[in-house]
């Protein structure tokens, strides 16, 4: 039996931009796809294990229902769950290697969901905002805590 790996497109049009263990980053057009085998919690609580993770950007931003549905057709990820933990450019989806682990993540009801248009992502009741997290590594404003403009008192 062969190991996993990250998921890499099917079809022409994709370029690969960049791989490095396990990451592999591909373009086409304006769409750009990061893809990993990620060792991270299951969705039930259960432990930890090898998820697929496949996220998706256009344009340096979140992608179009049109892109999007290309991309996880390219990458075999249709139908996969999407789970965002914080308001970025992408949108992410996860798969679980092993078919009994592929249940909703439980994050869904114990952390507070986030709308900002059709994009969806959980925030944690208790613990740090990942709103603001981002913030600290790209500069992009948290959603729920905007800094007070310049010259407020």
């Known amino acids: ?25 591909w373009r086409s057009g304006g769409v750009t796809v990061g893809s990993e085998l990620a060792v991270a919690d299951y969705p039930d609580g259960s432990g930890v294990g090898p998820q697929w993770l496949v996220s998706v950007s256009e344009n340096g931003g979140r992608p179009s229902r049109h892109a999007l ?19 970025g450019i992408a949108r992410h989806f996860w798969l679980p290697v092993d078919p009994s682990k592929r249940v909703d993540c439980q994050c869904k009801a114990s952390e507070v969901t986030v709308a900002d248009g059709a994009y969806r992502w959980t925030n944690p009741v208790d613990g740090p905002c990942r709103g603001c997290e981002l913030q600290g590594l790209t500069g992009r404003p948290c959603p729920l805590h905007p800094a007070p403009a310049a010259g407020a008192a």
């Open 69 to 87: 549905r290309a991309a996880l057709k390219a990458f075999g990820m249709l139908g996969t769950e999407e789970d965002n933990h914080h308001p």
């Open 1 to 25: 039996m062969t190991a996993p790996a990250e998921r890499r497109p099917s079809g022409a049009g994709w370029a690969l931009l960049r791989s490095a263990a396990g990451v592999s980053w």
